[in-house]
């Protein structure tokens, strides 16, 4: 760097001191669980970054990390399904002694410290129901159809002018042009089998009953059946692409379980006011 000023020498020096000064800071991060005050606070090295009081912390539970293996995340309660607090290293496999030494001492420290004392809020029974339309005791998922419908005619279009046009990509083997001209055909057609598929809760009946293509194909699962709702966090290339809300239905007359997708979310603040309304339609709050 003998030809640069003593200025950019400097600031590439600061640049590339700053890159090690950092990785040092974020390995001495620390989590502080404060009895005391029933706070939990955050340092990045010996710098406080903010602060969670206890009552704000809905739970502390496992997930898998991307490439396999676990940790542990702190979720807070204005946002119990977002991305999380991470409270523990990744674990690569489930017998890892570091990782049964958290769960042996530092969970159970936890436990006692910030969900032994705090209060129990029973859940309220909705009357408002912000995600269904209810009709005669039936209760069917409100779904917004206009944008579904344009996405799916545009891509459809889409197949319509390339068949009109016998000179595009004339010059490329078949199958490029078979799959640049039919994908979004099926594209378009996959959004108008959501568009044309509808959920409904039967109080009456104490079924689930879903059907697809117009009403055509129509599977029915009784109340009883809905072991569980499942929270999937999705992401595409590593970046978040949204979250979502799943039905886990025993199947009796296959001895097996079934997962129905339910609704999707971007953002996940209000996953919790529909698994309320969901509760509430099968009778669980």
Not at 75 to 95: D, I, P, Q
Not at 115 to 126: E, Y
């Amino acid at each position: 760097m003998g030809s640069y000023s003593l200025v950019t020498k400097l600031s590439y020096s600061g640049i590339l001191l700053m890159i090690p000064l950092l990785i040092v800071l974020m390995a001495e991060s620390k989590l502080i669980f404060n009895g005391t005050d029933r706070k939990l606070y955050k340092k990045i090295g010996f710098l406080p970054v903010g602060s969670i009081p206890f009552d704000n912390i809905a739970a502390v539970t496992p997930y898998e990390v991307f490439g396999g293996g676990y940790s542990y995340s702190l979720f807070k309660k204005s946002n119990r399904h977002g991305k999380g607090l991470a409270v523990s290293s990744g674990y690569s496999k489930v017998t890892d002694p570091n990782l049964i030494q958290f769960q042996n001492e530092v969970l159970p420290k936890i436990d006692e410290l910030v969900f032994a004392n705090a209060p129990v809020i029973p859940k309220q029974t909705i009357y408002d129901f912000e995600f269904f339309k209810e009709e005669g005791g039936v209760y069917q998922l409100k779904q917004q159809k206009i944008g579904g419908v344009i996405v799916g005619l545009i891509m459809i279009g889409i197949t319509v002018a390339i068949l009109l046009n016998p000179s595009f990509m004339a010059d490329e083997n078949a199958f490029k042009r078979i799959l640049v001209t039919y994908f979004p055909l099926i594209i378009g057609l996959a959004f108008f089998y959501m568009i044309f598929s509808s959920v409904k809760f039967d109080k009456n009946q104490q079924k689930l009953i879903h059907s697809t293509f117009g009403g055509r194909r129509v599977k029915e699962y009784a109340f009883e059946d809905i072991i569980r709702f499942q929270i999937v966090r999705k992401t595409t290339n590593l970046i978040y692409s949204g979250t979502e809300v799943n039905a886990e239905i025993y199947l009796p007359s296959k001895d097996k379980m079934h997962v129905m997708s339910l609704k999707s979310f971007i953002g996940t603040k209000k996953i919790d006011r529909f698994l309320d309304e969901l509760n509430t339609i099968l009778g669980r709050i």
